[in-house]
């Protein structure tokens, strides 16, 4: 069935440095989407991205979503304490259910 | 947006006991997810709900083990039975915007099985 690899598993920066996850899936994807999940908290949505190449920001954060559709990454510019969660991607593909990937742990030291 | 209403937010049980979760939404909806996700690890697909029939079970997960309910459209629970401390879990339920959207999520049952 279909898989979606995301790494790396945790990342630690320093407060003010960049930060950055990738997510791959075995198939072709509809869209995907990506979600953060705060300690102790449930995932909440962040974006959704649909076309081949998309790009989308928000404020320090910048989206991507591969030619192929299979690959996607999201990007986080001078990362704060706020960012401190686990980012999930989700693919969603031919069976149209969300697949999640496994989840990046970003943890920062102030 | 749906807001979800889950219940409980955690428990503690008894090996062999069963838990039953709620899950309240403030619109109807015609299909609801329930998700595992265990201790620092992904969320994975328990089965999706849908009004009126049986739930439709994912690979690993059978009705025994897991009944849901869907009595309508605003409404499921997911019964985790016979426990055992593999099910230490947090559960999650969730619906999904019309046309493949995004998905919201109840806040959690965070289960502990001793």
């Known amino acids: 069935g279909q898989q979606v690899m995301q790494i790396p598993q945790y990342q630690h920066v320093q407060e003010g440095e960049d930060f950055t996850t990738y997510c791959n899936s075995s198939?072709?994807?509809?869209?995907i989407q990506w979600y953060k999940q705060r300690p102790g908290g449930h995932p909440v949505f962040l974006i959704q991205l649909v076309k081949s190449g998309e790009v989308k920001k928000q404020k320090r954060l910048t989206f991507q979503f591969g030619e192929a559709k299979k690959n996607s990454s999201l990007h986080i510019t001078a990362t704060q304490t706020t960012d401190v969660g686990t980012y999930f991607c989700a693919g969603r593909g031919g069976a149209q259910k969300l697949v999640f990937g496994q989840g990046t742990r970003l943890t920062i030291n102030p | 947006s749906a807001v979800i209403s889950q219940k409980p937010s955690r428990d503690i049980c008894q090996r062999g006991t069963s838990l039953t979760i709620q899950c309240q939404v403030d619109s109807q909806v015609t299909m609801m997810f329930w998700y595992r996700q265990q201790p620092g690890q992904s969320l994975t697909l328990i089965a999706t709900a849908n009004q009126g029939s049986e739930a439709t079970y994912e690979s690993g997960f059978v009705i025994d083990k897991f009944p849901i309910s869907r009595p309508n459209l605003t409404f499921s629970t997911l019964t985790v039975s016979n426990m055992s401390p593999e099910d230490s879990s947090i559960y999650l339920c969730s619906v999904e915007r019309t046309g493949g959207g995004e998905a919201f999520f109840g806040q959690g049952t965070r289960l502990t099985v001793v």
């Open positions: 198939t072709t994807l509809s869209n």
